[in-house]
């Protein structure tokens, strides 16, 4: 049982906009910053939005995040058939000194 | 260009302890700020954060699994080791090691290296 609540699958078309949903709770998405990663198949995370809405380079601007009160989202415009992968949430919990990751949302690309 | 590499066994038996080996290049552990963690991955399952050391020897560990847990950074060599007792079926998984500027912030990653425990 993770910390942090993701949906277990997301879908859509090739140029649609999809959203992946984090929640979490006062203690750490509600007053930290949360990161988001996308793992495609066989290979490691990647770091793909940082302090909830910054994103690293190299990153298309088609990915963006937000965040309000104690929940956190992924968004992706345009999709692509190359982003069908995992995407992780994650926060530091202030209560319990640890970094905290969501269940991972398996996003597929129809 | 930063990288990162776990070395370490593939294979080890119940109850025994569990040594993991980054090495890392591009950047430096005694930097303020550079902190280098732990994350495994259960095959099929989600991402879990074991442990971080940060540039200073702060040490932050899942409180889940602190008491098994040890991590150390030799600055000289750019290498930090992870050590876990007591191993069990259920710690078989990849091994990530990542580089950390903040908490749950980590911009680079090794390829990892999977562990099975059995006997």
């Known amino acids: 049982q993770s910390v942090l609540t993701q949906p277990p699958s997301a879908s859509g078309t090739p140029g649609q906009r999809v959203t992946i949903s984090c929640s979490g709770s006062?203690?750490?998405?509600?007053?930290?910053?949360v990161h988001w990663y996308q793992q495609l198949p066989g290979t490691a995370p990647k770091l793909l939005i940082y302090r909830n809405n910054q994103r690293p380079s190299g990153v298309p601007d088609r990915f963006s995040g937000s965040k309000s009160g104690t929940s956190a989202s992924l968004a992706i415009s345009g999709l692509r058939s190359e982003e069908e992968a995992d995407y992780y949430c994650?926060?530091?919990?202030?209560?319990?000194?640890?970094?905290?990751f969501g269940g991972g949302t398996k996003l597929t690309v129809l | 260009q930063i990288t990162l590499k776990e070395s370490g066994p593939t294979l080890v038996k119940p109850t025994q302890t569990l040594t993991l080996t980054c090495t890392f290049s591009g950047f430096s552990l005694s930097s303020t700020g550079v902190g280098v963690g732990w994350i495994r991955q259960p095959p099929g399952k989600a991402l879990e954060w074991l442990a971080l050391?940060?540039?200073?020897?702060?040490?932050r560990y899942s409180p889940s699994l602190k008491s098994r847990l040890t991590i150390t950074k030799d600055t000289s060599k750019n290498q930090v080791v992870l050590t876990m007792t007591n191993m069990d079926p259920v710690d078989t998984a990849t091994y990530y090691c990542t580089r950390s500027v903040q908490l749950g912030n980590f911009a680079y990653w090794g390829q990892g290296t999977l562990v099975t425990v059995s006997s």
């Open positions: 050391i940060y540039w200073d020897d702060d040490k």
């Open positions: 006062s203690s750490n998405i509600g007053s930290n910053y």
């Open positions: 994650a926060a530091w919990d202030d209560s319990l000194s640890a970094v905290v």
